[in-house]
């Protein structure tokens, strides 16, 4: 009688209970950190585009590994525009340019990045303000998070083709792009 009854008294203590992780601020890169990733970009019967909530399921059984990417960390100091990010803690040095990264307690923010503009083509040193929160720090289940910022792209005109100015009823001396997201 004595173990049916701690048998059911565990059984109800365990039917109320649910655990859930809490991502915290100890998954931020730091300088030295190497992340792999790895794309399918063109996945078959994957949806995650379900209503929010628990009780979801996904299967990521067939995905299929099309491109591969790393990304390696290095503190600032080692970028070559470390000058025009003030307050920054990590680089990430591509082929074409560096990202530049701020890291606190509670966010891994981008704060820019200096080299060839993927959207012009041309070489910008090109801000986000405010920083982009790529992360956050405590994360819970359900947690939303809304932001907004802009990414402000200076271009010299000296990198603008001629052929895009004439016929201008101005000359200017630079242009600038803001991408509001």
């Known amino acids: 009688m004595k173990n049916n009854l701690f048998f059911a008294l565990a059984l109800l203590c365990s039917l109320g ?50 491109n591969t990417n790393t990304v390696i960390y290095r503190a600032a100091n080692t970028g070559m525009h470390v000058a025009d990010f003030p307050g920054a803690d990590l680089v990430q040095q591509g082929a074409t340019r560096e990202n530049y990264y701020n890291v606190t307690s509670a966010k891994f923010e981008v704060m820019g990045y200096a080299g060839t503009s993927e959207i012009f083509g041309v070489d910008v040193i090109g801000h ?33 083709p001629d052929s895009l100015l004439t016929g201008l009823p101005i000359s200017p001396d630079s242009l600038r792009a803001r991408i509001n997201t």
Do not use: H, M
């Not at 019967?45 to 399921?57: R, S």
């Open 128 to 160: 986000f303000g405010p920083p982009y929160a790529e992360r956050k720090a405590p994360l819970n289940f359900f947690d939303i998070n809304q932001q907004t910022t802009n990414l402000s792209l200076p271009i010299s005109i000296d990198q603008i």
């Open 17 to 66: 209970l649910q655990a859930q992780i809490t991502v915290t601020n100890a998954t931020f890169p730091v300088a030295g950190d190497t992340l792999r990733y790895a794309y399918d970009e063109n996945p078959v019967g994957f949806n995650p585009a379900t209503p929010p909530g628990g009780n979801q399921i996904w299967d990521f059984s067939g995905l299929v590994k099309n």
